[in-house]
């Protein structure tokens, strides 16, 4: 059976979306995926902009929840979500050789925030919802793929 990573902490804080491993996407520097999924709520560069250069990860979500969504947001965030992360991976190289390094673990985003949608909160209130891990979900295709074991 294969190992369980289930807290993005540690040795695996490379794996959270909050981690500091920057990159570029269409001329702009995120520093972290947050703040690239963020920015990507708006199709306005200079709001793109601001909120790339936000000081933390906490402050591009917060920026991200007083846009006006485009259009398509519902749409499009799970697309934009795998795009951040292939971007991550790839213009990283050390980051890519620690996602190969998980070999076959099952990566699951273990949380106590309540978010049952990109991962699974383990709190007493959601103890008995199984969160939907999409985010570990799409680092286990990532690493798959790099694999060359699908698409």
């Known amino acids: 059976m294969p190992k369980k990573i289930q807290s993005f902490n540690g040795r695996y804080g490379f794996l959270s979306n909050f981690s500091e491993d920057g990159f570029e996407h269409d001329g702009i520097y995120y520093p972290t995926n947050e703040h690239f999924f963020q920015a990507m709520k708006v199709l306005d560069d200079e709001t793109r902009k601001e909120i790339a250069a936000a000081d933390t990860p906490s402050q591009s979500k917060k920026m991200g929840r007083r846009v006006k969504l485009r259009d398509n947001w519902d749409r499009l965030r799970h697309r934009v979500m795998k795009k951040g992360l292939y971007e991550k991976f790839t213009q990283n190289p050390e980051l890519k050789a620690k996602l190969m390094s998980t070999g076959n673990s099952q990566i699951i985003e273990g949380n106590t925030w309540h978010d049952n949608e990109w991962g699974d909160c383990r709190c007493k209130r959601c103890n008995n919802t199984e ?9 286990m295709e990532l690493r798959a793929h790099f694999n060359g074991e699908s698409e």
Do not use: D, R
């Open 131 to 139: 969160g939907k891990n999409f985010l570990g979900k799409y680092l």
